[in-house]
């Protein structure tokens, strides 16, 4: 497939972001991210679609050995075992997937330990900026 074959599915570019993502996940290694307390986290919930969603998939593999319980969301629903000792990661690469937002939405009315939001693009900031208790990272792509 050429690139003008794909910019025709592909409108936004998005495609761009992603073959990125090799040096996106370097230099974001690199950085001095705020260290939080997982302290008493016992059930972790990531949602994301398409390739937001794989960072789900890798963690939730890297953590099957241990004693703490992974959802990994793919659609609209929280798990309804998201309680106070739950950590829900939220992330978006384009920053406006319906799935996510609602997910998202949905974790603000429970009483999780802490509500998480990833995103790569900067539209999104106008979702985090309107709550100040979800705590969020925006990764530059």
Same mark, same amino acid.
């Given at each position: ?5 794909? $910019? ?10 992603y073959?990125?993502?090799? $040096? ?9 991210? $705020? ?16 390739g937001?969603?794989?960072?789900g998939?890798?963690?939730?593999a ?11 969301? @793919? ?12 950590l ?8 406006n997937?319906?799935?996510t937002?609602?997910v ?10 802490? @509500? ?6 900067k539209k ?18």
């Open positions: 497939m050429n690139i003008e074959d794909l $910019e025709k599915i592909d409108s936004k570019k998005m495609y761009q972001t073959d990125k993502w090799p $040096e996106i996940a370097k230099d974001s290694f690199a950085d001095d991210f $705020e260290k939080f307390d997982v302290k008493g986290i016992d059930h972790i919930v990531f949602s994301g679609m398409g937001s969603g794989s960072i998939d890798v963690i939730s890297i953590l099957s050995k241990e004693d703490i319980h992974v959802s990994n969301v @793919k659609g609209y629903h929280l798990p309804k075992t998201v309680d106070s000792n739950s829900v990661v939220a992330t978006s690469i384009s920053g997937t319906k799935e937002l609602t998202l939405e949905k974790a603000k009315k429970t009483d999780a330990k802490m @509500k998480i939001i990833i995103y790569f693009l999104f900031q106008w979702y985090t900026h309107k709550d100040h208790h979800l705590q969020n990272f925006y990764i530059p792509s």
